[in-house]
């Protein structure tokens, strides 16, 4: 299967540390991205992940566990521009599909 | 530089119409790609190109959808007979090779048939 699952939504405070969850079934992907899209907008790419563990990008960290079929994304020190939606997407093995999920939309409050 | 563009950016047509959707990649880019997001989804994935390779078509979900790519560059995505559940935004991606994990998306056509 080809399923990739993440929250619908999820609610933060400026300033704050947010983790966004994405699961899939590991034997369908290598590689997992994570993009960024405001509304109305295009995505832009945040990350990509092809091998376990934790990839720091200023702000933004994105981690992998291949065998638990398991990544996450981790905003620090939230700005109200990070609402957006968050979506997870896997590269299909022997493919050069990306898979996504149906996004995480963050609101970031005052 | 240029990013990827798309046009046009909106497109109201009647049921049973044809649409033709267009997208002009990154210079230099050699994989292009086509997804369709419906309101408050992800990307569904539709077609990819890479250079001069026969295209994955394998996300076109029905017959009527067909896409093609021009001396390696502009492609063009067709829909023929137009469906209401056909109403989503169109979005197109480049990438310098398909082993350049970066896709830079452009800011889609939002199509809607009445």
């Known amino acids: 299967g080809q399923n990739i699952d993440q929250p619908t939504e999820m609610t933060a405070t400026e300033g704050a540390i947010v983790q966004i969850n994405c699961t899939y079934q590991t034997s369908g992907f290598n590689g997992l991205f994570w993009y960024q899209q405001h509304a109305g907008e295009a995505p832009t790419f945040l990350s990509y992940n092809v091998l376990d563990g934790l990839e720091e990008k200023g702000r933004f960290s994105s981690f992998l566990s291949r065998s638990k079929g398991y990544s996450y994304l981790l905003l620090k020190e939230l700005q109200m521009k990070d609402s957006a939606s968050y979506l997870c997407a896997g590269r299909v093995i022997s493919s050069y599909k990306l898979i996504f999920g149906s996004g995480t939309r963050l609101l970031v409050r005052p | 530089g240029a990013g990827v563009s798309q046009s046009p950016s909106n497109k109201v047509t009647e049921k049973g119409k044809d649409v033709e959707l267009r997208c002009d990649p990154i210079s230099g880019h050699t994989a292009l790609y086509w997804y369709r997001q419906s309101l408050g989804q992800g990307l569904e994935f539709l077609i990819y190109f890479q250079g001069n390779s026969a295209p994955d078509k394998s996300g076109l979900p029905s017959d009527r959808f067909s896409a093609e790519r021009t001396g390696g560059s502009v492609s063009t995505l067709t829909i023929q007979r137009t469906q209401q559940e056909d109403s989503a935004v169109y979005l197109c991606?480049?990438?310098?090779?398909?082993?350049?994990?970066?896709?830079?998306f452009g800011p889609g056509t939002r199509l809607t048939v009445t």
């Open positions: 991606a480049s990438s310098f090779s398909r082993d350049e994990y970066e896709q830079y």
